[in-house]
Structures are given as structure tokens and as C-alpha cells.
């Protein structure tokens, strides 16, 4: 279920609902307050009132208006009401928060006077403990509301992405590009993700699960947008508590994909290529070539081997550019990229190797599902999307014998699909788990859009060149 998913009516009768209710709870604060009842129901100049009334700065209107810190200011002076009408204990901010603003309704329209502006209401004198107490508690408030709407640290633990992205990128993605979900396990610790810090121990409790809302987002996955995920195919957690991957997008919902000869094809067009997009390579020396020419070229996973006709050399994964620098050594003999024997098959490949006798460079065509799809069941269907209808759509009692789809027992001839799906790769095309193995990514699987690096370590450098100064501040393409 998605926020998205209601009609214009129901969300237009969602915001002004809500901006009813919060106007009358105004109405009644600011007559109390000495204010004209009626401002509450006036767009904008309700919020400078309210302003003037807990006490704060008046340009914090235009706070309200900033990304990411009109969160806080609109919860500082949120509280800062409460606080002007003497309801200010740990359970009034608590119900004040969840439940606002059908809680604020209820303080305004109860037996509470207004005491003065919040910022003049002299602190109550509090021990070292209560202090450290709720700045504990603020920070975890904090952290947790920054992580779970805005934005949230990740750090790439393998090569998959490389070199757009090395191991040891820390990174930020971005929530609200594609918009937050909301939690499905709610009984968590906070700032954890399946497991206790340290331990084998479960950081949630999984007898509540919740219906999963996504709320409105600055925009929609596209083609070769870089996105982090729930890894689909990990059954032992619930959805919003698996393993994160990081892939990119090269095909959305309806496109059909294809890959020739390890060049990917999106509706018969070859698609965009990432600029550091990784090959295998065969390069054949008879000569040792030293490590460090490796790395001077970001050359990072190479291994000595016998290649076709007993030739001696190494296999590597590497860039276009990166190759065509090696070659130029007087001890190369060639260089050349190596891709899969199209007439072998791949056993693992998805989505069946016995009806689609692909690999990882000869792959497809096959279309990635929409919400609205219909398909005619059969062996093929059956065989190209079965594992999707049965393990992503949220369908009661799915049953595949051989090329019937039955669902809570009743035989269905066509099915309609209800989510939209996306097929991901990494940028590192010989050395990455993605959609050519697991399969098609639902949207209510996506996480965030990765949107900058802010940290890299390179932990096979020495203790002074372990950050990579050149990585800090990146963006993501």
C-alpha cells in the first residue's frame, strides 16, 4: 500500500482534513493567547502567529520552508505550544507528537490557559541525570526520525559497484528521493537494522508487522540511477529488515531488457553505459606484472592464469580506459575482454535455466513487470514470472504445479500484476549478485537513491594513506 496508490480525492481529502483539524486547534490557542481566533484558518500567517506566540524568531517561517531542517523547527515550536499551555510532561510530548493533531485538539479545547511564550517560561532546575536522560533520548529521537525519513549512512562492503563505487565508500542515500516507507516491524531498537550491535541476537520483535505505506517522494527510480535495496531473495527477516544491496538501475517497470554480448539493451536501444563500468579482461604476458602497476591503473581484482591456447597471462576486471593503459606496456602482449560462450548456460540464472538458457552476457529479452501487467498462464510465464507472483505480490496461498497457478486454491488462467518492478546490475558487470541472479526488485523493496560519498578508506593502504581525500564529498552518478 502505497500513498501514491489513493486517488487525488483521498489524498485532497487526507490534507484537508488534517488542515482543518489543526486550524481549529489554533482557533482555540490563539483566543486563549489574546490572538484573532480566525488566524488559525489564514495559510502561512498561522504558522508567523504561532511564531510570536511560543516566542521564537520570526524568520523562523522561512525555516519552514528548507528541506530537512523544517522538520526540526516544526517540532521545536510544535512542543514549544504545548509548553505555552503548561502541558509540557514526557507523555504530552509523546501523545503531542503521534498523535497531533487530534492531541493538540484536545489540549486546546481543554481546561488549559496560556502561560506565555515557551522561550520565557523559566527551565525547570534538573538533575545531571534527567539531563543526560532526555538528551539521550532526543538524540535517539533524532537520529532515528533523520534515518528512517531523510537520509541514512551506508558503507559498500564489496566490489560489485566498482569503480563507481570502491569498498570503503561511506555514503549517504536519500529517502526522500523515492520517499520514505514506513516501518513494518515496529517493535525495534532504535538505529538498528535486523540484529543487536555486535550479536546474533534479532533487534526486533516480529509478532507486529504493519501494512507498508511509502509517502510522497521528490520523484520515481529511473534508468541508471544508482539505489539501494532490500535484498529480495532473503526470506529470514522481514522485508524491511534485509540485507541492503546496491545496485543500478538499468531497466524500470515495462521496459524490456536484453544483454548482447555483455551490452545491455533497454526497448531494443543500447543502453547508457556507467563511465566506469569494469569488464573481465584476459591479458596475456609472460612476464610478472607488479602490484603496484595494478593499482597505479585502480586495477584491483587480478589473478595469474592459463588462458585459451595455453596462454600465459592475467585475468582482470577493469575499465575500458584502465585496459587500454595496460596494453601500452612494452611487456603486454595483448589485451582482450572475455565474455561468456554464448551457448553456455548459466544454472543459476534467472528465471529458469531450463526454459531460458542465458548468462550473464547473453541474457533476455524479457519484459520487467507493472502494476496493470497481464499475463496468459503458462509453462513460460509460468516459468519467467512464477517466482515473482509467488514470493513479491503479496498474494495469500500461492500454489505453482507445473504450468498452473493456483491462488488460495482457485486455478487462475490470467494474472494481472499489482507492483511495479525494477531490474537491477552492478557497474562491476563480471563480479556482481544482482537481477540476472535474483531476479526483479518490487518497489516496495527500494530503499533510497545513493547521493553522495562522504568518507572512503582503502584498507589496503598504509595507516597514512587509508583515506582516499579525492572520494570525500562525491556525488553519485
Same mark, same amino acid.
Given at each position: 500500500m502505497y500513498l501514491n496508490d489513493f486517488s487525488l480525492t483521498t489524498v485532497l481529502i487526507i490534507v484537508i482534513g488534517w488542515y482543518l483539524l489543526q486550524s481549529m486547534a489554533y482557533y482555540k490557542f490563539f483566543t486563549k493567547a489574546g490572538q484573532k481566533g480566525w488566524i488559525g484558518f489564514v495559510p502561512f500567517y498561522n504558522y508567523y502567529i504561532h511564531i510570536q506566540i511560543v516566542g521564537?524568531?520570526?524568520?523562523?517561517?522561512?525555516?519552514?520552508?528548507?528541506?530537512?531542517?523544517?522538520?526540526?523547527?516544526?517540532l521545536t515550536i510544535h512542543l514549544d505550544l504545548l509548553k505555552s499551555f503548561k502541558r509540557y510532561s514526557y507523555l504530552d510530548q509523546f501523545l503531542g507528537v503521534v498523535l497531533a493533531p487530534f492531541y493538540m485538539m484536545y489540549v486546546a479545547y481543554g481546561p488549559t490557559q496560556y502561560v506565555g511564550k515557551a522561550t520565557e517560561i523559566p527551565k525547570t532546575i534538573k538533575g545531571p541525570?534527567?539531563?543526560?536522560?532526555?538528551?539521550?533520548?532526543?538524540?535517539?529521537?533524532?537520529?532515528?526520525?533523520?534515518?528512517?525519513?531523510?537520509?541514512?549512512?551506508?558503507?559498500?562492503?564489496?566490489?560489485?559497484?566498482?569503480?563507481?563505487?570502491?569498498?570503503?565508500?561511506?555514503?549517504?542515500?536519500?529517502?526522500?528521493?523515492?520517499?520514505?516507507?514506513?516501518?513494518?516491524?515496529?517493535?525495534?531498537?532504535?538505529?538498528?537494522?535486523?540484529?543487536?550491535?555486535?550479536?546474533?541476537?534479532?533487534?526486533?520483535?516480529?509478532?507486529?508487522?504493519?501494512?507498508?505505506?511509502?509517502?510522497?517522494?521528490?520523484?520515481?527510480?529511473? &534508468?541508471?540511477?544508482?539505489?539501494?535495496?532490500? =535484498? /529480495?531473495?532473503?526470506?529470514?527477516?522481514?522485508?524491511? %529488515?534485509?540485507?541492503? $544491496?546496491?545496485?543500478?538501475?538499468?531497466?524500470?517497470?515495462?521496459?524490456?531488457?536484453?544483454?548482447?554480448?555483455?551490452?545491455?539493451y533497454v526497448n531494443n536501444q543500447p543502453s547508457d553505459n556507467p563511465e566506469l563500468m569494469q569488464m573481465r579482461y584476459f591479458v596475456e604476458t609472460d612476464q610478472t606484472i607488479r602490484d603496484r602497476i595494478f593499482s597505479d591503473l585502480d586495477i584491483w581484482e587480478y589473478h595469474q592464469t592459463i588462458g585459451a591456447n595455453n596462454k600465459t597471462g592475467y585475468l582482470i576486471l577493469t575499465t575500458e580506459t584502465s585496459a587500454n593503459k595496460l596494453a601500452e606496456l612494452d611487456f603486454i602482449k595483448s589485451i582482450e575482454k572475455t565474455l561468456e560462450n554464448e551457448a553456455r548456460v548459466?544454472? &543459476?540464472?534467472?528465471?529458469?535455466?531450463?526454459? =531460458? /538458457?542465458?548468462?550473464?552476457?547473453?541474457?533476455?529479452? %524479457?519484459?520487467?513487470? $507493472?502494476?496493470g501487467m497481464t499475463i496468459h498462464v503458462n509453462d513460460s510465464s509460468i516459468a519467467m514470472y512464477g517466482s515473482t507472483i509467488m514470493n513479491y505480490e503479496d498474494q495469500d496461498a500461492v500454489e505453482i504445479i507445473k504450468d498452473q497457478l493456483l491462488i488460495s486454491g482457485k486455478l487462475v488462467t490470467d494474472y494481472t500484476f499489482t507492483k511495479d518492478y525494477y531490474f537491477m546490475m552492478g557497474d562491476n558487470r563480471h563480479n556482481s549478485l544482482d537481477s540476472r541472479y535474483f531476479g526483479f526488485v518490487s518497489e516496495d523493496f527500494i530503499v533510497g537513491e545513493a547521493s553522495f560519498i562522504w568518507l572512503s578508506l582503502d584498507d589496503r593502504a598504509d595507516f597514512l594513506d587509508k583515506i582516499r581525500w579525492n572520494r570525500i564529498f562525491k556525488l553519485i552518478h
Open positions: 521564537r524568531p520570526s524568520y523562523w517561517v522561512l525555516l519552514l520552508f528548507v528541506p530537512i531542517i523544517n522538520f526540526f523547527v516544526a541525570a534527567k539531563e543526560w536522560f532526555e538528551a539521550i533520548v532526543f538524540a535517539f529521537f533524532a537520529a532515528t526520525i533523520i534515518r528512517w525519513a531523510f537520509m541514512e549512512a551506508y558503507v559498500i562492503p564489496t566490489p560489485s559497484m566498482e569503480r563507481s563505487l570502491l569498498v570503503g565508500d561511506f555514503l549517504f542515500v536519500s529517502k526522500m528521493e523515492y520517499g520514505p516507507r514506513s516501518p513494518k516491524t515496529p517493535l525495534q531498537l532504535p538505529l538498528t537494522h535486523a540484529k543487536v550491535w555486535g550479536t546474533e541476537l534479532p533487534s526486533y520483535l516480529s509478532f507486529l508487522e504493519l501494512p507498508q505505506l511509502r509517502f510522497p517522494s521528490l520523484g520515481k527510480v529511473e &534508468r541508471n540511477d544508482v539505489v539501494v535495496f532490500n =535484498y /529480495p531473495p532473503e526470506f529470514e527477516y522481514p522485508r524491511d %529488515l534485509r540485507p541492503h $544491496y546496491i545496485k543500478r538501475c538499468i531497466a524500470i517497470s515495462g521496459d524490456v531488457l536484453e544483454v548482447r554480448a555483455g551490452q545491455a548459466e544454472s &543459476r540464472i534467472f528465471p529458469n535455466a531450463d526454459f =531460458y /538458457p542465458w548468462n550473464a552476457d547473453f541474457y533476455g529479452p %524479457l519484459t520487467v513487470p $507493472y502494476k
